[in-house]
T-cell receptor, first 110, second 113 residues
Framework: GIQVEQSPPDLILQEGANSTLRCNFS?????LQWFHQNPWGQLINLFY???GTKQNGRLSATTVATERYSLLYISSSQTTDSGVYFC????????????FGKGNQVVVIP | DTGVSQNPRHKITKRGQNVTFRCDPI?????LYWYRQTLGQGPEFLTY????????KSRLLSDRFSAERPKGSFSTLEIQRTEQGDSAMYLC???????????FGQGTRLTVV
C-alpha cells in the first residue's frame, strides 16, 4: 500500500498569521485531495490537486508529484480555519480508494 | 443535488444489538465508498462499490459487517452484534468513475454502550 504522513500534527496560530501544512506520500498517486474536517465531523473538500498549484481565496495548495509531497497554505488565518486538515491520496498501482494521513490539528486563536 | 447524505447522524446502541446506516450518494456518481474514523485518526477504508457491485473489502470489515447497494443508488452498512470497539464515525463517499474527486457525507457517529 501507500503511506501518507502529515506534518506538523498540531499547530496553534494567532489570528492573521500564515501557515503551511505538509503531506508526504510514499509512492506514485493518481489523485490527491485536501479536506477540512468541521467540528461535526464532515469532511469538506478543499482541493483536488494530483499535481500543480491551485488557489481558493485565502487557501492555496501545491503538489509536486515527482517528489511525492503536497503543501497546503493558509494565509491570514481566521478562527473559522480551526479544525483538522486531512491529506488523502489514491495510490497509482491499485486499490481504488483514498488513503488518509493522520491529519493536522489547527487551532487559530483570536 | 445536495451532496452525499447519511442517516442517521448519531446512533447510540447497546452492545450486542444490530445497527444499520444509510448513505445516499450524489446521483450521477457510480462509485460509493465506506470509511471508518476513530478518535485522533484519519478515515480508514472499509469497502467500495461500483454501481451495485461490491468490488473490494478491507480486512477491517469483519464478518459482522455487511454492506449492500442493491440498485446502484443508495447503500446500507449493517453491523451485527455490535461491540464497544465498533464505536466510531462511519463516513460514506461517492465519486464518478476514474481518478476523480471524492465527496463525503456528514457521517454517522456510532456509540456502543
Amino acid at each position: 500500500g501507500i503511506q501518507v504522513e502529515q506534518s506538523p500534527p498540531d499547530l496553534i496560530l494567532q489570528e492573521g498569521a500564515n501557515s503551511t501544512l505538509r503531506c508526504n506520500f510514499s509512492d506514485s498517486v493518481n489523485n490527491l485531495q485536501w479536506f477540512h474536517q468541521n467540528p461535526w465531523g464532515q469532511l469538506i473538500n478543499l482541493f483536488y490537486i494530483p499535481s500543480g498549484t491551485k488557489q481558493n481565496g485565502r487557501l492555496s495548495a501545491t503538489t509536486v508529484a515527482t517528489e511525492r509531497y503536497s503543501l497546503l497554505y493558509i494565509s491570514s488565518s481566521q478562527t473559522t480555519d480551526s479544525g483538522v486538515y486531512f491529506c488523502a491520496v489514491e495510490w497509482r498501482y491499485g486499490n481504488n480508494r483514498l488513503a488518509f494521513g493522520k491529519g493536522n490539528q489547527v487551532v487559530v486563536i483570536p | 443535488d445536495t451532496g452525499v447524505s447519511q442517516n442517521p447522524r448519531h446512533k447510540i446502541t447497546k452492545r450486542g444489538q444490530n445497527v444499520t446506516f444509510r448513505c445516499d450518494p450524489i446521483s450521477e456518481h457510480n462509485r460509493l465508498y465506506w470509511y471508518r474514523q476513530t478518535l485522533g485518526q484519519g478515515p480508514e477504508f472499509l469497502t467500495y462499490f461500483q454501481n451495485e457491485a461490491q468490488l473490494e473489502k478491507s480486512r477491517l470489515l469483519s464478518d459482522r459487517f455487511s454492506a449492500e447497494r442493491p440498485k446502484g443508488s443508495f447503500s446500507t452498512l449493517e453491523i451485527q452484534r455490535t461491540e464497544q470497539g465498533d464505536s466510531a464515525m462511519y463516513l460514506c463517499a461517492s465519486s464518478s468513475q476514474g481518478f476523480v474527486e471524492a465527496f463525503f457525507g456528514q457521517g454517522t457517529r456510532l456509540t456502543v454502550v
